[in-house]
C-alpha cells in the first residue's frame, strides 16, 4: 500500500533531519555489523599470522610444544574468523544503542520466526500497530 502525500512528506522530512545530525550518523556508523565483521577478520588475520611465527619458530629450535601450540591458536584463529564472518551475514537489526532486535523480539516466539525477511517484519509491525495511529 502507497505511502499518502502527507505520510511522504513526513517521511522525508524525517530523512533530512536523521541526514543532518552527526551524532545520529556516527551511532549507526559505529554500529554497523560490516565494520565490526571486517575488524575480527583483521584480528583474526594477525592472530593466524602469529600461529603461524609460533609454529615455525617451534620447528627452528626444536621445540614441539611451542609448534604445537602455535597451530591450536591458527585453528582457534581460523574458528573465530568463520565465526565472525558467519556472524556478520546475518541480518540482524540493532537498536543505535547497539543492542539486538533478535534478542528482545526471539522471547516467546518460534525460530522460524525471526528467520522471516526485514520487510515482512515492517509489515507486520505496520499491521500491528495501534489503530489510534493511522
Same mark, same amino acid.
Given at each position: 500500500?502507497?505511502?499518502?502525500?502527507?505520510?511522504?512528506?513526513?517521511?522525508?522530512?524525517?530523512?533530512?533531519?536523521?541526514?543532518?545530525?552527526?551524532?545520529?550518523?556516527?551511532?549507526?556508523?559505529?554500529?554497523?555489523?560490516?565494520?565490526?565483521?571486517?575488524?575480527?577478520?583483521?584480528?583474526?588475520?594477525?592472530?593466524? %599470522? /602469529? @600461529?603461524? #611465527? +609460533?609454529?615455525?619458530?617451534?620447528?627452528?629450535?626444536?621445540?614441539? =610444544?611451542?609448534? *604445537?601450540? &602455535?597451530?591450536?591458536?591458527?585453528?582457534? %584463529? /581460523? @574458528?573465530? #574468523? +568463520?565465526?565472525?564472518?558467519?556472524?556478520?551475514?546475518?541480518?540482524? =537489526?540493532?537498536? *543505535?544503542? &547497539?543492542?539486538?532486535?533478535?534478542?528482545? %523480539?526471539?522471547?516467546?516466539?518460534?525460530?522460524?520466526?525471526?528467520?522471516?525477511?526485514?520487510?515482512?517484519?515492517?509489515?507486520?509491525?505496520?499491521?500491528?500497530?495501534?489503530?489510534?495511529?493511522?
Amino acid at each position: 500500500m502507497p505511502l499518502s502525500e502527507h505520510e511522504q512528506r513526513l517521511f522525508e522530512q524525517i530523512e533530512r533531519s536523521l541526514a543532518e545530525d552527526p551524532k545520529f550518523a556516527s551511532a549507526v556508523r559505529a554500529s554497523d555489523p560490516r565494520v565490526h565483521t571486517r575488524r575480527r577478520l583483521l584480528v583474526a588475520a594477525g592472530i593466524i %599470522a /602469529v @600461529g603461524l #611465527a +609460533l609454529v615455525v619458530y617451534g620447528t627452528v629450535i626444536k621445540t614441539p =610444544l611451542l609448534s *604445537v601450540a &602455535g597451530f591450536v591458536v591458527m585453528l582457534g %584463529a /581460523v @574458528g573465530f #574468523a +568463520l565465526q565472525s564472518q558467519r556472524r556478520g551475514r546475518t541480518p540482524d =537489526l540493532h537498536v *543505535v544503542g &547497539g543492542t539486538s532486535t533478535r534478542a528482545t %523480539a526471539g522471547r516467546g516466539r518460534s525460530r522460524s520466526r525471526g528467520r522471516r525477511s526485514f520487510i515482512d517484519r515492517l509489515e507486520e509491525r505496520w499491521r500491528e500497530r495501534p489503530e489510534g495511529h493511522r
